[in-house]
Structures are given as structure tokens and as C-alpha cells.
């Protein structure tokens, strides 16, 4: 399963987050060493990008329950038993959803767990509200998530459209 940014034609786009992708995995990127305000520090250029594709795009791990027949759980170890007091979970749930067929109602899934995956912008006071709608897009096979977060002024500080592929549905896993 893959989450990328799409443009209103459905088409992917390029949006430049501040993390290196190598096709598999993501990792923080960092300035060149001749960056001149700061060498070597971790790229902020587009922290909200950043965010959202970090909060969606990582697995949260889960309870024994929620685990599919055959899954093994998935995400940070240390998420099952070493939370702090004003810590919570990193990921969302959404790697759930990738055996699950894009049947009726799923679309209330993806919605919860995006807004799950992102409520840490809210308690950090990084954002006032965030909003998620999620649609089902049979003829693309992919779910597209429309993600906007709000200061609290209620002005729109960040918008993006998102599409979950189901790559294993095209044979591309």
C-alpha cells in the first residue's frame, strides 16, 4: 500500500516533504553542510507536509484484537509499553485497511484512523482542527483522502488530497 499526494485530476504530484524517500522507506532529510543558516540540521521547509505524510505513512501499532488473521503487528515497539503521560502512539491504522476490499463504509475506517493519525498536530498545538474525508475511487482501485488542517483563526494552513493505492490488488507488492 502506498499514500502519495494527487492534484484535482487525480494525477500524482510532487510535493517536496522534508524526508528522503528511497521507493521502500523515508527517512528525515537533512540540510547540505553549506546550507547557510543551518549545515547539517534536519530540513524544515515544509513541516506540515512533513507531518501529515510522517502521521499517515507510519504504521501505529495495535491491539491483538485488531490484528487480521495471519498480520503480524506492525509499528514501534516501544508504542506498546512505554508511553509517556503527554506522549501518544506514532502512525495511523491505516495499513488495517490493506487486505479489506474497497466495500461500502470503509470510507468511515480511513477517516478515523487519518483523524487518529493526526490528532498529535492538535494536542501539540501545532494546528486548531483538522478535517479528513475519505472516497472511494473503485475505478482507480484507491481510497483518497482530503486532508485540511486549520490555525485557529480558522484559516486553512494546510490542504492536501492523498491517495492510498492498493498495490497488492495491481501486483505491484
Same mark, same amino acid.
Not at 487480521?68 to 502512525?91: A, F, L, V
Given at each position: 500500500?502506498?499514500?502519495?499526494? /494527487?492534484?484535482d485530476?487525480?494525477?500524482?504530484?510532487?510535493?517536496?516533504? =522534508?524526508?528522503?524517500w528511497?521507493?521502500?522507506?523515508?527517512?528525515?532529510? /537533512?540540510?547540505?553542510?553549506?546550507?547557510?543558516?543551518?549545515?547539517?540540521?534536519?530540513? %524544515?521547509? $515544509? %513541516?506540515?507536509?512533513? $507531518?501529515?505524510?510522517?502521521?499517515?505513512?507510519? =504504521?501505529?501499532? &495495535?491491539?491483538?484484537?485488531?490484528?487480521?488473521?495471519?498480520?503480524?503487528?506492525?509499528?514501534?515497539?516501544? =508504542?506498546?509499553?512505554?508511553i509517556?503521560?503527554?506522549?501518544?502512539p /506514532?502512525?495511523?491504522?491505516?495499513?488495517?485497511?490493506?487486505?479489506?476490499a474497497?466495500?461500502?463504509?470503509?470510507?468511515?475506517?480511513?477517516?478515523?484512523? %487519518?483523524?487518529?493519525?493526526? $490528532?498529535?498536530?492538535? =494536542?501539540?498545538?501545532? &494546528?486548531?482542527?483538522?478535517?479528513?474525508?475519505?472516497?472511494?475511487?473503485?475505478t482507480?482501485?484507491?481510497?483518497?483522502?482530503? /486532508?485540511?488542517?486549520?490555525?485557529?483563526?480558522?484559516?486553512?494552513?494546510?490542504?492536501?488530497?492523498?491517495?492510498?493505492?492498493?498495490?497488492?490488488?495491481? %501486483?505491484?507488492?
Amino acid at each position: 500500500m502506498r499514500i502519495i499526494p /494527487i492534484d484535482d485530476s487525480g494525477a500524482e504530484i510532487w510535493r517536496a516533504p =522534508d524526508l528522503v524517500w528511497n521507493g521502500v522507506t523515508a527517512d528525515l532529510a /537533512i540540510n547540505a553542510l553549506t546550507h547557510p543558516t543551518a549545515p547539517g540540521d534536519f530540513t %524544515a521547509e $515544509q %513541516a506540515l507536509a512533513t $507531518q501529515v505524510l510522517i502521521a499517515l505513512m507510519t =504504521d501505529r501499532r &495495535v491491539e491483538e484484537s485488531e490484528l487480521p488473521p495471519g498480520e503480524m503487528n506492525r509499528g514501534w515497539i516501544g =508504542d506498546s509499553y512505554d508511553i509517556g503521560e503527554h506522549e501518544t502512539p /506514532i502512525g495511523s491504522r491505516l495499513w488495517l485497511l490493506r487486505r479489506k476490499a474497497l466495500t461500502e463504509g470503509i470510507e468511515y475506517l480511513a477517516e478515523a484512523y %487519518a483523524k487518529e493519525a493526526l $490528532q498529535p498536530l492538535i =494536542d501539540q498545538e501545532a &494546528v486548531a482542527s483538522i478535517t479528513v474525508s475519505a472516497t472511494a475511487n473503485r475505478t482507480e482501485n484507491r481510497l483518497e483522502l482530503d /486532508i485540511a488542517l486549520y490555525a485557529r483563526s480558522g484559516q486553512s494552513v494546510f490542504a492536501e488530497r492523498y491517495a492510498i493505492i492498493w498495490d497488492q490488488v495491481k %501486483a505491484l507488492s
